[in-house]
């Protein structure tokens, strides 16, 4: 069952006339707390409890969804994973790493090639949102340790750099 | 599609809060709900609430929400009669109404030679200057040599707009003609990109003005609207703020907006929910076409609040082959409605979007809320970032504006950043209270530092 916001409204109205401050209602379905708020009125929090049903065996590789499958995906270490005398290249925030500026353009860098601090090696798509990847580190591009449009963490190494000596 | 009625299972084809909303109306309406869900979504709070999920794909959206074959492929695996679209994603997609059709499954949303000629932004200029409409001057682009002349004949500032793009995306400001061909060839390389369509075009960039839109519903021979609203609260061309109706319109104003968005549905003959966005002057009292969404909208809430209406049931019954079930006169307006969309991102930082896992979700009782994000809810860096929406309906705007500031002190959601102060210090600030601000009005408040940390 889903609570509708008349069902809520019904509920707060019994609420109200009573000296309660709060009612916290779980099933195994959902769980439903209202709050009396200090500024007046009610506060609601609600969960949904139960786990979806995933329709199975779908011809054209659509399969079974398990929500295990839902975490943030991400590859790549921690920067922390550190390597002599090179310096990480580490992803700002979660989310797509992208080698190039659009699909078909040549790559902000390959292996070996010099970079400055401030040249752009790479971008992470977060949300829609573009955000340039500097290399932060001037010298030569050691090792690119993801694929194109693979997903990052955050803080995930993307790039070596070995830094000019 | 005419005589086909009821349909027993829907299959709803996107993610977020718009997958929650039309399902909780496919609910009330009886219809099962099969839910799309890519490997980031399939624990998701629209996945618990869907009657059953169906995997379409990784987390990219690319090879999950946004590849036809998979959508069509999971509406005939799951025995859906109807395939909702929701907002982004395919919802204007004519390729997936095509595939929907030949697969024997009901499109919910417009004709396909209504999504063609909305989808590409100069045809959809083309149909608005033949029903009439006012359009801000400009023209098609071919080269950087065709753009040199054409932005000197109407003058800069202009406007780069990728033919394809639309809700937003695919804009660019140019100011000094030295910046016009790289500006064009960039856009045309980021619309290919973006669109599959390199074809830009110019237009003079006019503002500060408002954004002010009119929802209209039709079914393929009759077109009504729903009303105005006002979304001029933007910050890079995206939504924060709508209300319904729009502020401080002359009755003359309103009701030329109105009555150009119903005779452009009436030459496009428009089967389903859509909107027609205008750009208004409201010190010259004149108002210029911008586009056509084909779909519902992220700010339906604040129509729904003042005309009683659920659009997605009439999304539904329209797809199922009835005709209108209102006539205009059966519109009717109450009070005033406003809409807060509460994103992941900071607005302290740049507007630096804030993935994560939600640890506590509270939301005031007793007003709308459209979310999908409950305690433990994971928001993926893959789509956008839109949390949830708070809606305030009252008799006037004020007491609708005060509504909305008390709900937004009562929200807090924990675990990831969110704008929910910006939001606050907007709704506190005189200027907005007096209403009728400009597009402008959001990058003005964050340069002073008001709506930065609240």
Same mark, same amino acid.
């Given at each position: ?115 400055? $601090? ?24 050691? &090792? ?22 | ?17 718009? !997958? ?80 929907? !059709? ?113 929802? @209209? ?24 703020? &709508?209300?319904?109706? !729009? ?20 030459? @496009? ?26 779909? /519902? ?18 999304? /539904? ?69 839109? @949390?949830?929406?708070? /809606? ?14 008390? !709900? @937004?002190?009562?929200? $807090? ?42």
């Amino acid at each position: 069952m889903d609570l509708t916001n008349q069902d809520v409204a019904d509920i707060l109205a019994a609420l109200d006339s009573l000296p309660y401050d709060e009612l916290d209602l779980q099933t195994p379905r959902f769980r439903l707390t209202l709050r009396r708020a200090p500024s007046g009125g009610w506060t609601e929090e609600s969960q949904i409890l139960a786990d979806p049903t995933a329709i199975t065996s779908a011809p054209n590789g659509a399969s079974v969804a398990s929500p295990q499958a839902q975490e943030l995906a991400g590859a790549g270490g921690g920067a922390g994973a550190g390597r002599a005398g090179l310096v990480a290249v580490a992803a700002p925030l979660p989310g797509t790493f992208y080698r190039a500026p659009r699909p078909g353009a040549a790559p902000f860098v390959e292996v070996g090639d010099p970079v400055a $601090e401030d040249t752009v090696v790479a971008i992470v798509e977060t949300m829609k949102l573009m955000n340039s990847v500097h290399a932060g580190t001037r010298g030569r591009v050691a &090792e690119i340790c993801l694929g194109n449009a693979e997903p990052a963490a955050q803080g995930a190494t993307l790039m070596w750099i070995a830094p000019e000596t | 599609m005419s005589g086909r009625h009821g349909f027993r299972r829907v299959l709803v084809a996107n993610r977020g809060e718009i !997958a929650a909303r039309v399902m909780r109306t496919c609910r009330r309406l009886g219809v099962e709900t099969v839910l799309t869900v890519s490997d980031a979504d399939a624990g998701s709070l629209p996945a618990r609430l869907a009657d059953a999920t169906i995997r379409i794909g990784p987390a990219a959206a690319a090879a999950s929400y946004l590849d036809v074959d998979a959508v069509v492929g999971a509406a005939l695996a799951a025995g859906a009669d109807a395939v909702h679209p929701g907002y982004g994603f395919l919802s204007e997609n004519a390729r997936l109404a095509l595939a929907c !059709a030949a697969a024997g499954v009901v499109f919910i949303g417009p004709a396909v030679e209504t999504l063609e000629a909305t989808g590409d932004k100069l045809a959809a200029r083309e149909h608005a200057i033949a029903a009439g409409l006012p359009v801000v001057p400009g023209g098609d682009v071919t080269d950087g040599a065709g753009a040199t002349g054409l932005a000197a004949r109407i003058g800069f500032p202009v406007l780069v707009k990728a033919a394809g793009g639309g809700g937003g995306r695919g804009l660019r400001v140019v100011r000094e003609p030295a910046e016009l061909d790289h500006a064009v060839a960039v856009a045309s390389a980021e619309a290919a990109a973006a669109f599959g369509d390199p074809r830009v075009y110019l237009e003079r960039y006019v503002s500060p003005g408002r954004h002010v839109e009119v929802q @209209l519903l039709g079914d393929g021979e009759r077109v009504i609207h729903l009303g105005d609203r006002d979304c001029s609260v933007q910050r890079r061309y995206q939504k924060l703020i &709508e209300e319904a109706p !729009a502020p401080l319109l002359s009755g003359a104003l309103r009701d030329g907006l109105r009555g150009a968005a119903v005779a452009l549905g009436r030459r @496009l003959g428009y089967r389903g929910a859509g909107t027609v966005e205008f750009f208004v002057d409201t010190a010259n009292e004149a108002f210029y076409f911008l586009e056509v969404n084909a779909r /519902i909208q992220v700010e339906h809430p604040v129509t729904e609040a003042i005309t009683g209406l659920d659009l997605v049931a009439e999304q /539904i019954a329209i797809a199922e082959g009835r005709p209108l079930r209102l006539a205009q006169g059966d519109v009717t307006f109450t009070g005033h409605a406003i809409e807060c969309r509460v994103n992941a991102e900071d607005p302290g930082n740049g507007f630096m979007p804030s993935p994560g896992t939600v640890t506590n979700a509270v939301f005031p009782a007793g007003v709308r809320v459209d979310t999908h994000v409950q305690a433990g809810s994971t928001v993926p860096p893959n789509y956008d970032s839109l @949390l949830a929406k708070v /809606i305030a309906h009252g008799d006037e705007r004020d007491a609708a504006l005060a509504r909305l500031r008390a !709900a @937004l002190d009562q929200c $807090e959601i924990g675990g990831v950043t969110t704008n929910l102060r910006m939001h606050q210090a907007l709704l506190a600030d005189a200027e907005f209270a007096r209403g009728g601000v400009d597009t402008g009005y959001l990058q003005r408040m964050m340069v002073q530092g008001g709506a930065r940390h609240g």
